[in-house]
């Protein structure tokens, strides 16, 4: 890390230890994160108000407190990156995991990652599941393989699902976005004009006398 930052800290968050300031830390990594800078900010959890205060809402009560836990790693008194995780018995979800993108290159989110693990570990956690993907450092880290994730899209319209069929399947296999956001103009057009028809083929046979 650049020394000129300070000494490196991590400050583990759970249960009562939540307060607003870790809720601060969590929302500018990710604002400085590159899905805060390079994307439209959906995929965060932190950095729009509504999401900040859906786990403010959340974290109030006291059994989710217990449950919810993070790692903020800090360069002096910057947050840098952090590991967001829910911790059900023995098993722990990873929910949400950045870094800012100014102390990438140190790999910051490895780092606040192994203190996590540590941390997780003296506390009895025996199973990290991981959730899907992984650019790499899943394996590096030592993660194994885990079950199989389908991903069905169930489409009334048998036209509709023709057009959507071919792009979700090519957008499950290489775990990219939903297949809607990918389709052209034309196929958008013609998607909304499909769906709209089905209702108002429904409602030309409707007699309100009936």
């Given at each position: 890390?650049?020394v000129?930052?300070?000494?490196l800290?991590v400050r583990f968050v759970?249960g009562?230890s ?5 809720l601060?830390a969590?929302a500018a ?6 899905v805060?800078?390079?994307?439209d900010?959906?995929?965060a959890?932190f ?6 205060a ?6 109030q ?17 910057v ?6 995780d ?6 722990q979800y990873?929910i949400?995991?950045?870094y800012?993108e100014?102390?990438g290159r140190?790999?910051?989110g490895?780092?606040v ?10 506390r009895?956690?025996?199973?990290v599941?991981?959730?899907?993907g ?5 394996r590096e880290?030592g993660?194994?393989a885990?079950?199989?994730?389908a991903?069905l899209l169930?489409?009334r319209?048998?036209?509709v ?9 090519r ?5 990219g ?6 389709l052209s ?10 769906v ?8 030309s ?6």
């Open positions: 890390m650049d000129q930052h300070g000494a800290r759970r009562e939540w307060d607003t300031a870790a601060d969590l990594i990710e604002a400085h994160s590159w805060g800078r390079r994307t900010g959906s995929g959890k950095v729009k108000p509504e999401r900040l859906y786990w403010t809402r959340a974290l009560d006291r059994t989710l407190a217990d449950m919810l836990s993070a790692a903020i790693l800090f360069v002096g008194e947050p840098a990156a952090f590991s967001f829910l911790n059900v018995g023995r098993l990873a949400a995991g950045s800012a100014s102390f140190w790999g910051a490895k780092v990652t192994w203190h996590q693990l540590e941390e997780a570990q003296h009895g956690i025996e199973i599941d991981w959730g899907c992984d650019s790499g450092y899943k880290m993660a194994q885990g079950p199989e994730i991903d169930f489409v319209s048998r036209a699902a023709a057009i959507l069929r071919p792009k979700w399947l957008n499950a296999q290489s775990g976005a939903d297949a809607a956001a990918r103009r034309r196929e958008q057009l013609l998607v909304a004009a499909l709209a028809a089905g209702p108002a083929a429904s409602l046979g409707w007699n309100p006398s009936r």
